[in-house]
């Protein structure tokens, strides 16, 4: 693939000596790659019921390039942190999102990922009054900065229905970043990019408010039976319950001033497809694709998260959502190749996998259970206590700062380190201990941990659990570990220049930037990741 240089030279060249009629130099470069970002979207949400799907995922099991053993490689497989990878190419040891919320050493407090408090969140009606957000804290370029510092012609926008992805997706030399707000059900963005809401975005939130989408109430597509059947019960053990627990859940207000089913509206495919009109509604107004200069669009699509941290990827909830975004995928990707033909990119994947509800794992017959979190932290503070004494400390060994970052205190050496390591390991719910003095380890554990930590904005001391142990929530689930269920994620390339074929090579979501800034003429040498096979 030529550079955007030699894109620009060769086709003065080819325009004075006309020597090429078929072949245009536009054709290196797709005229516009759209790459989305499914939150929580694990391999097995698209594998388990391939027979039922016929639109999107349809055309993704047919027509893309699929690769089936695509990994988070690294341990902090969190929204934040797993978006900050997927367009930079780099870990997040060296895009600093090293959780959706760190510990800033210097600053002494906890920081949210996106938070600037130099910045307002901006929407059609002015500031909102909500905390700052903007990519001050991403410390590499995504492909998007690329592509414009290249080619400043180029257009790069992002839209999503979470701050944080959309964001670190978008990078800081977008032309728009716009996020779903749960409050006011519309699109905003923040002044770091925008001091007043573009006209195009309020005018979407005037004429297509996300009302339109919400249908009142979300049922089963299909026949119960039929969930019966491919999944298990409606109502099951361990799902974090809402209002009535089970199918049909009502999002209608309940006042005429009731604005809280906004909220629950994320919680619903009805979310990613009003997402995914958004995106269709960016690429018209802003001509996205329409000239020589390539242009770039993320689409975060955040539903499955909320839907699989509530009620599970193995619920009917989730099976539900999986057929829906379905037919809405299959409507989107004919969209764009009625519009641009060979012309354009799609790319998919994902910033995390998720854990299955331990009531449902042990119910196949696994060793799962959940640990509560003042459990660990007990545990840790009578580890300490003892140790202190065996030290003859006059200052705590371990200090669990906003009671989540474990630090050792300042003076503390290896040798007591290691010793708080071996305690800890006895844990019956813990795996592995990974402090920061031993990153560098011949281990796969501590080579995830290693690709995770920035010392400025990371804890001392990683709790790595048992597989199958969920530490923290007393109900519904979540991700953040080491294991397949949570790195695990489907990496998807479509369009002309990919043969479809399911390839079976380990690859990290690491590849997935450097594949497209390829594709966009790019030379760069930062990333992490390499060129997808
Ligand atoms: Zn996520």
């Known amino acids: 693939m030529r550079s955007l240089l030699s894109i620009v030279v060769s086709s003065l060249f080819l325009f004075s000596c006309n020597t090429s009629p078929n072949k245009t130099v536009e054709d290196d470069a797709p005229r516009l790659v759209v790459f989305i970002s499914i939150d929580q979207w694990h391999r097995d949400l698209l594998k388990r019921y391939q027979e039922h799907y016929t639109g999107g995922f349809k055309t993704i099991w047919e027509d893309s390039r699929f690769y089936g053993n695509a990994y988070h490689d690294h341990s902090a497989t969190l929204t934040g942190p797993g978006h900050s990878v997927l367009l930079t190419g780099a870990y997040p040891a060296k895009t600093g999102i090293t959780g959706n919320y760190f510990y800033d050493r210097q600053a002494g407090e906890e920081k949210y990922c996106v938070a600037d408090s130099h910045n307002q969140v901006v929407g059609s009606a002015g500031a909102l009054d909500k905390a700052g957000v903007s990519p001050k804290h991403l410390l590499v370029p995504t492909v998007g900065d690329l592509l414009k510092q290249a080619n400043p012609q180029s257009k790069v926008f992002s839209v999503s229905g979470k701050d944080r992805s959309g964001i670190l997706m978008g990078g800081k030399e977008a032309d728009g970043v716009y996020w779903y707000d749960k409050s006011k059900g519309e699109l905003v963005t923040s002044s770091f990019y925008e001091e007043q809401l573009a006209e195009f975005i309020q005018s979407y939130n005037t004429t297509n408010p996300v009302d339109n989408y919400n249908p009142k109430a979300w049922r089963r597509l299909k026949p119960e039976s039929f969930y019966l059947e491919h999944t298990r019960q409606d109502l099951f053990a361990g799902e974090y319950l809402i209002d009535n627990k089970n199918f049909p859940y009502q999002l209608a207000p309940k006042s005429s001033d009731d604005t809280s089913f906004y909220s629950m509206v994320s919680r619903t495919p009805f979310a990613d497809q009003y997402i995914l009109d958004a995106a269709q509604y960016i690429i018209k107004t802003q001509d996205l694709g329409q000239d020589a200069n390539p242009d770039l669009l993320a689409i975060g699509l955040s539903a499955t998260d909320y839907v699989g941290h509530t009620w599970g990827p193995y619920s009917q909830e989730a099976l539900d959502h999986m057929l829906r975004l379905d037919q809405f995928l299959g409507q ?157 994620v489907p990496i998807v390339l479509m369009g002309a220049d990919f043969k479809p074929e399911q390839v079976s090579k380990t690859v990290s979501t690491t590849d997935i930037a450097p594949t497209l800034a390829k594709l966009l003429g790019i030379e760069y040498q930062g990333f992490d990741g390499d060129l997808l096979p």
């Open 332 to 488: 989107f990707f004919r969209v764009l190749k009625q519009r641009f033909g060979d012309d354009v990119v799609i790319a998919l994947s994902a910033d995390h996998g998720v854990q299955p509800l331990p009531e449902y794992q042990a119910q196949q017959g696994k060793d799962a259970r959940r640990v509560p979190k003042m459990q660990l932290i007990d545990d840790i503070r009578a580890i300490e206590s003892w140790l202190r004494q065996e030290f003859e400390l006059q200052k705590p060994l371990v200090e669990m700062k906003e009671e989540r970052y474990p630090f050792f205190y300042p003076q503390a050496t290896l040798a007591q380190k290691r010793r708080f390591v071996e305690e800890a390991e006895k844990l019956e719910y813990i795996n592995r201990v990974v402090i920061s003095d031993e990153l560098a380890m011949n281990d796969k554990i501590s080579q995830y941990v290693a690709k995770t930590h920035y010392q400025p904005r990371s804890r001392d001391i990683y709790f790595v659990f048992k597989e199958n142990y969920l530490v923290s929530r007393s109900l519904g689930t979540t991700h953040g570990s080491i294991y397949a269920y949570d790195q695990q």
